[in-house]
């Protein structure tokens, strides 16, 4: 039981942080991925189950409010917390470049992923789209 209240205050916490902190703190347009470091946490200090878990949750409340391509963030979080999760052996976790290292990756990915799969399936006039059924 801690360990779901540990989870749902961490969601809760997370999400608060990204929807109306993080929009508010923003370099030239450019705003931070609280989520992103949430999702990277989670799998560096407790595994990749917990983190595709919480990733797939964080992913899904994001998509549900945005208006892309609904699943892209579910997706690619789901996909960066199982692997990092997957590879955490292979960190050194208490080291501070590693951790840039890793949240730097992390949002290489995340973004590389996020523009290949709303490439692939939007539907905007006038724009090649590998997925699109036009009528």
């Keep these: ?14 999400t608060t942080v990204q929807f109306f902190v993080g929009q508010r703190i923003n370099i030239f ?9 949430g999702v990277v946490y989670t799998a560096m200090m407790r595994g990749k189950m917990e983190a595709q878990v919480l990733g797939f949750f964080f992913g899904l409340t994001w998509d549900v409010f ?7 963030r579910t997706v690619m979080f789901t996909i960066i917390g199982y692997f990092i999760g997957s590879l955490k052996k292979s960190f050194d976790i208490d080291q501070v470049f590693t951790q840039i290292f ?6 290489l990915v995340y973004w590389a992923g996020f523009n290949l ?7 905007n006039s006038g724009s ?3 997925f699109a059924v036009s009528l």
């Design 29 to 37: 347009s450019v705003f931070p991925n609280f989520i992103l470091i």
């Design 128 to 130: 090649l789209s590998l």
């Design 1 to 14: 039981m801690k360990k779901f209240i540990f989870y749902l205050t961490f969601y809760a916490v997370f």
């Design 102 to 107: 890793v949240i730097f990756s992390a949002s």
């Design 117 to 123: 799969i709303s490439y692939s399936f939007a539907v």
């Design 66 to 72: 945005a208006a892309d391509v609904f699943g892209s």
